[in-house]
């Protein structure tokens, strides 16, 4: 992987393939993350800015710096139709550096949501516009514009390695990254998956149990599970 650097814009970024991307759309965020081998998740202190909140699209990413939202701003030019900004920051940061003027600002220029590791504030005006963010903290505290970041680096948001162009997912369950080249696969393997957990929901909807589904009698029995009459 290419190493990080401060105080750089990419311009030009390989995105997801359109038709993949809206492919993914579909599925949930636990959905993805089982179908791509459980790998991609962000952490969990990462939720909607309100209920409901559901995003899908591209990355283009943001290295923030702590308490600094300047490169917010610089992101926002390089936003194309069915992005979303993902911003992390070089060190833990829990600011207000988003609210309902950027997202005013992104949704201008085609952006479907923002993902940051740092606080939003603005949350009743983000609901309104159903805006869907997605972030580590609520913060009315605000931010300056002194320092320099970087747009379209790799970042690490939440735990998780995201690049320009990967798909970001998030609802309600949180926030999967899926890499740009395996977008077809992976919507491919979810509706696999889609397709299996419907067979078992009508098994289930009838009364029958995990343990004959999933064949599960055998191994407790031979872990010496024992059923007492008493
Ligand atoms: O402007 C800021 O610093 C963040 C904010 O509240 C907004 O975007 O509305
Ligand atoms: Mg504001």
């Known amino acids: 992987m290419e190493h990080t650097e401060i105080g750089v814009v990419r311009t030009s970024i390989t995105r997801a393939d359109p038709e993949a991307v809206a492919a993914l759309s579909a599925f949930g965020v636990a959905t993805i993350h089982e179908a ?7 952490r969990p202190y990462l939720r909607p800015a309100y209920p409901g909140a559901r995003l899908c699209g591209t990355a283009v990413t943001v290295l923030l710096q702590p308490g600094d939202n300047w490169m917010l701003h610089v992101a926002a030019e390089q936003i194309r139709e069915g992005d979303v900004v993902v911003a992390a920051c070089t060190t833990e940061s829990e600011d207000g550096f988003f609210g309902e003027l950027l997202a005013t600002s992104f949704r201008a220029r085609g ?56 798909v970001v997912v998030a609802d309600g369950d949180g926030v999967v990254v899926v890499p740009r080249e395996r977008a077809a696969e992976v919507a491919g393997a979810s509706a696999e998956r889609e397709a299996a957990e419907e067979g078992k929901r009508a098994r289930f909807r009838t009364g029958e149990l995990g343990l004959d589904i999933y064949g599960m009698r055998g191994p407790l029995a031979e872990l010496g599970l024992r059923y007492e009459d008493r």
């Not at 791509?36 to 962000?42: I, K, P």
């Not at 993902?115 to 505290?141: C, H, Q, S, W, Y």
Request: proline share 5%; with cysteine; glycine share 12%.
């Open 111 to 166: 952006a479907r949501g923002l993902v940051i590791d740092g606080g939003v504030r603005d949350t009743a005006d983000l609901e309104r516009m159903d805006f869907p963010v997605f972030a580590r903290a609520v913060n009315a505290k605000g931010t300056v514009k002194a320092t320099l970041g970087s747009v379209n680096v790799p970042v690490v948001c939440a735990n998780a390695l995201v690049r320009p162009g990967d």
């Open 36 to 42: 791509m081998g459980r790998v991609g998740l962000m």
